[in-house]
């Protein structure tokens, strides 16, 4: 059996919302939010968070030794270089990427891309490069020899440090599978960049009053109260090359 590891990415660093990955979410860490998200899909063997060996991330390291979460430290900037060597130490024949922004990401989701995947027995499987869900459910699955060969190839900045560019940008360099939903909801954004993002989603939390909530929970109460979409309307997505 193919040993499948979801790698949640997080450092304390951010341009636009420093911090982030430990502010508060109706009582607990986003990161924590992630996590326990992340832990919930039936397709994972394992999770764990890749931060960084900067000091400013020892808060990270903290959470995750306080609550028995794996973790693994590595290089700040060249985040597929902390990707390929925590898959290397962890065993991963399969590499699930989760970013620490997502406190939304669904389990249900995370299966379906992994499920894809497995079947396809491709290289690349993601939900984020033809995107029909909601910005923020972002499941990218990498087999280990490509994003080994990612490691050994890529060369732009940008490619290093976010992790798949790599993989998907060139037609034919790997095989690779697009997973998308029933309907398109990619002008939804649930992820968290920004303050306003941030007021967003904690209002959503606010509102699901701790229960085990999914995405399409979410749509619902978009749909019920559309007020709270246009908290973080606003918010316009970074481009790869800006970081």
């Known amino acids: 059996m193919l040993k499948v590891v ?10 636009r919302l420093p911090g982030k990955v430990l502010g508060d979410i109706q009582g607990h860490p ?3 939010r992630v996590i326990e998200r992340t832990r919930s899909a039936q397709t994972l063997d394992d999770v764990l968070v890749a931060t960084t060996t900067d000091p400013a991330d020892d808060p990270i390291v903290a959470l995750c030794r306080e ?12 985040v597929l270089d902390r990707y390929y060597q925590a898959a ?9 990427r989760i970013t620490s922004d997502c406190p939304l990401i669904d389990p249900q989701v995370v299966d379906k891309v992994v499920s ?3 079947a396809a027995k491709c290289d690349y499987a993601s939900n984020c490069v033809l995107r029909t869900y909601p ?17 050994r190839e890529a060369r732009q900045p940008y490619e290093r440090s976010h992790v798949t560019p790599y993989l998907y940008q060139t037609p034919g360099r790997f095989n690779i599978l697009s997973v998308t939903g029933d309907e398109d909801y990619s002008a939804q954004r649930w992820t968290v960049d920004t303050p306003e993002d941030m007021k967003l989603v904690r209002a959503i939390y606010a509102r699901m009053r701790g229960r085990n909530f999914l995405w399409k ?16 309307r606003s918010v ?4 790869l090359h800006e970081g």
Do not use: C
């Open 116 to 118: 894809a995947f497995l």
């Open 135 to 151: 910005r923020g459910l972002d499941t990218e699955v990498i087999g280990f020899r490509a994003l080994e060969r990612a490691w």
């Open 67 to 78: 609550h028995a979460m794996p973790y693994f430290r590595g290089s700040e900037l060249d």
């Open 217 to 232: 929970d979410v749509i619902k109460l978009l749909e019920r109260e559309p007020e709270l979409a246009k908290i973080n």
């Open 88 to 96: 290397l130490a962890h065993n991963a024949a399969v590499i699930v």
């Open 30 to 32: 986003m990161l924590s």
């Open 236 to 239: 316009a997505q970074k481009a």
């Open 6 to 15: 979801a790698i949640v990415q997080a450092r304390m660093g951010s341009t």
